[in-house]
């Protein structure tokens, strides 16, 4: 009879146990997924991506990774080789200074065509840019960076060679 009593002293601290772990755990994962919320809305805000291309990972049971392991295991990051996309921000900054002829805009007309950027927004994405040289900066004005020169792959620089032998022969 004692050894009755003892199991179901047993059984009933483990499910105790059990309820207990599971509220922690509910508490966790709610917390978990505002955050996540909240990494989500920073990345858009920051690198200028639509927060719709943003997806927040649902919870799961299996191992989680962190957000830099995730970002370096997509193929090209989150934007890929396009750079920042047209509809996001410094996109549509970008086209805006592409198109701002030779003087530039100035600080107000850019702000003023794109209203829907918060002024510190503007700000950094301006002052990133002509860091990068993805934009000049002439008193207060702004204009696109001048497209490098094309520079000649070195690939297709032997292609050439290899298709022409009276070149070869000359460089012999």
């Known amino acids: 009879m004692t050894e009755d009593n003892t199991l ?10 059990r309820t207990a772990l599971q509220h922690d755990y509910d508490r966790l994962a709610t917390e978990l997924t505002k955050l996540r919320t909240a990494e989500a809305a920073l990345t858009s805000i920051v690198d200028g991506v639509p927060l719709q291309d ?6 799961s049971d299996g ?3 962190s957000a830099g392991e995730q ?4 193929p090209g990051g989150r ?3 396009r750079g ?15 198109t701002a002829g030779p003087q530039g805009l100035s600080h107000a007309e850019i702000a003023e065509r794109l209203s829907d950027v918060a002024p510190n ?32 792959d070195p690939d297709e620089a032997d292609a050439d060679a290899a298709a022409d032998p009276s070149d070869a022969d000359a460089a012999e």
């Open 121 to 152: 927004t503007l700000n950094t994405y301006l002052s990133m840019m002509v860091t990068g040289g993805e934009a000049v900066r002439k008193g207060d004005f702004f204009s696109a960076a001048a497209e490098p020169e094309t520079v000649v």
């Open 79 to 81: 934007r890929g080789a």
């Open 54 to 59: 943003i997806a927040v990972p649902p919870l």
């Open 71 to 74: 970002a370096g295991s997509q």
């Open 8 to 17: 179901t002293k047993a059984l009933a601290d483990v499910r105790a146990r």
């Open 84 to 98: 920042p996309r047209a509809n996001s921000a410094k996109g549509r900054l970008k086209a805006l200074l592409g």
């Open 63 to 65: 191992p989680r990774s």
